[in-house]
């Protein structure tokens, strides 16, 4: 479905030598199956935004090859680039909606772009809505939006044109744990009922977990190892936080070891 062959980047700054920048991407290969959750995980500066703008050829690599869906995107005209990333959604940290627009107005984008009719962009556009359970917010304004509604409907405007492929970048880094499950179901369902293929990149293991079928780890532009389903479901879950575990309504005494702690660090207070 998607194949990465010995792709490589180098970023350079304004007057630098050819031998010099910032070699973003070290020959990194990779497959992502079709139909999968393919997550890209490392610490900041490893490359998995720019492993991911390859993706839909917001990024050229220097050297390599990457084909989604059959297509060499590094041998393409720009026109025919644009074209193809009409099967590639993609979704952001700051889900970037334009704000002078209706929910429904930034969801209806991408099918004007395609030269789809009013009525047909209203009849797509309520509908990816309704998937993602906004319909009702179809008229309001992006700045009347929660932060998970706001990427539900970012979600919805990748979903209006029928993509075979989803690119998510740290769809989940603004949001709250409660939200982030919300999101996480979205994007499970889309890739259950949509059968569209999800690339998912974050800094979080937890969120690569929950959601992932299998998960590749980066570090300093190298493409480490890639875990396979067996081993993601063996990654254990961490311990549930104590704000979850308040707003879930679950009864909290603290453990002896903590009851124990606070009173004598309340003993010594009481001292000085
Ligand atoms: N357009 C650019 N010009 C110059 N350097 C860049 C550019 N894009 C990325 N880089 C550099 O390439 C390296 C990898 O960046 P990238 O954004 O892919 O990492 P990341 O793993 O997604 O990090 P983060 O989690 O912080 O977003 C970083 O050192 C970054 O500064």
New binding site residues.
């Given amino acids: 479905m998607i194949s990465l062959d010995g792709v490589s980047?180098r970023?350079?700054?304004r007057g630098s030598r050819a031998d010099q920048?910032?070699e973003?991407?070290r020959s990194v290969s990779l497959e992502v199956k079709q139909g999968e959750i393919h997550g890209i995980i490392?610490?900041?500066?490893?490359?998995?935004?720019?492993?991911?703008?390859m993706l839909n050829g917001l990024?050229q690599p220097d050297a390599g090859d990457v084909i989604v869906n059959g297509q060499h995107l590094t041998r393409m005209s720009d026109r025919a680039l644009r074209q193809v990333r009409q099967s590639i959604g993609m979704i952001f940290q700051h889900f970037n909606l334009v704000s002078n627009r209706t929910v429904l107005g930034n969801v209806s984008m991408p099918l004007e772009l395609a030269g789809a009719s009013r009525p047909e962009r209203r009849e797509r556009g309520l509908e990816v809505l309704r998937f993602v359970g906004l319909e009702e917010k179809a008229r309001q304004y992006p700045a009347q939006l929660s932060g998970g509604q706001k990427q539900r409907v970012a979600i919805a405007r990748a979903l209006a044109s029928h993509p075979a492929v989803l690119l998510c970048?740290?769809p989940t880094s603004s949001l709250d744990p409660q939200t982030t499950g919300g999101i996480l179901e979205v994007l499970r369902h889309v890739n259950e009922t949509m059968g569209v293929t999800i690339v998912l990149?974050t800094?979080e293991m937890e969120v690569a977990r929950r959601l992932c079928h299998r998960i590749s780890v980066?570090r300093e532009?190298q493409l480490v190892r890639t875990l396979s389903e067996s081993e993601v479901n063996r990654i254990p879950a961490p311990q549930p936080d104590m704000l979850t575990s308040l707003l879930e309504g679950d009864s909290w005494a603290g453990t002896g070891s903590d009851t124990q702690r606070l009173k004598e660090q309340e003993d010594n207070e009481d001292v000085t």
Avoid: C, I, N, P
């Avoid at 490392?42 to 703008?53: F, H, M």
């Fill in positions: 980047k970023f350079y700054e920048g910032y973003a991407l490392g610490s900041s500066g490893a490359g998995k935004s720019t492993l991911l703008r990024e970048d740290e990149v800094h980066m532009g």
